[in-house]
């Protein structure tokens, strides 16, 4: 607070008082111009602290005070299992323990506590030497976004797979139909059944051999019929001899038209 008394600003930080640690805003009461006296208001930092902070921040947080030999895990936003591993894993951890004695800020640092990877970041106490405080995550909710955006991505490429198949499906059939026609056609007239026809739109290949197909089949057709109507004629002829009805001649008829004229 060399501030407050060298220069009379307010001031924020750290100081350390007994065995606990809090936090003090410090202001000059000025009356007159001159300092009358000074005014602290301070918070012990504890694990209401922590849990006030970590829920500002969105992220837990632990402070660490330098003690000979390691550093002491003064107060943290955990719970006390998770607290205990987090003790055990900053005092192995050569990085952390180097940032805490030299005062140094590490922009990432990553510590296994009872099982859980954590990743955090590192800083000094604000005008306190000898304390840092520690911003950490779990590694599994710092990726979680990235792997929900693994599954959607996942997800819209199956997606979009399926809607290709699909696609692919029906524009097959469709462009398959006027063969599978052609072929059923073709089928039934070796068979000698000549009634089908078929849809000739289109100027593409498939569209020409259908109207050719078409045409062959129409012909087909016209000759059947007239197959079947000579077939029947002579079927009939038979049965005008059998009645005994005499079919006139030529012969017959040319004397009589002679007679006649005569």
Known sequence: FQPVLENLEPAVGYWRHGGGLYLVAASPVVLEGEAVGFLLLGDPVDATMARA??????ADVAYFL?????????????????TGALQEAFNVNAQALMAVFNRQPVDKITLNAGGEDWAGKLSPLSGFPDGAVLALSPVERSVAPF?????LSVAAAVLGLLLALAAAYFLSRWLLKPLRELGD???RAAAGDYRTTLDRRGTDEIGQLSEAVDRLLSSLREKSEMERYVSGLSQLLPEVESSG?????LEHAQPRTLTLLG
């Open 53 to 58: 902070v970590a829920e500002l921040s969105g």
């Open 185 to 187: 056609a073709t089928r």
């Open 245 to 249: 009805v005499t079919v006139p001649t």
């Open 66 to 82: 330098k003690r000979q030999g390691g550093a002491e895990l003064l107060a943290s936003s955990l719970d006390r299992t998770r």
């Open 147 to 151: 792997r929900e955006l693994q599954l």
